[in-house]
């Protein structure tokens, strides 16, 4: 079962903001600007 590459980041990115949300708000920046990098913001 082939999964679209834009789906998969999508999903990968849901899974990212809900981690940040419970915690580990030092990271946040980092990870904000390492997904600016690869898409536009």
């Known amino acids: 079962m082939a999964v679209p590459h834009r789906?998969?980041?999508s999903e990968a990115g849901r899974?990212?903001?809900e981690r940040l949300n419970q915690g580990?708000?030092?990271d946040r920046k980092s990870i904000a600007s390492s997904l600016c990098m690869?898409?536009?913001?």
């Open 7 to 9: 789906k998969i980041g």
């Open 24 to 26: 580990n708000w030092s």
């Open 38 to 41: 690869r898409e536009s913001c």
């Open 15 to 17: 899974a990212l903001l």
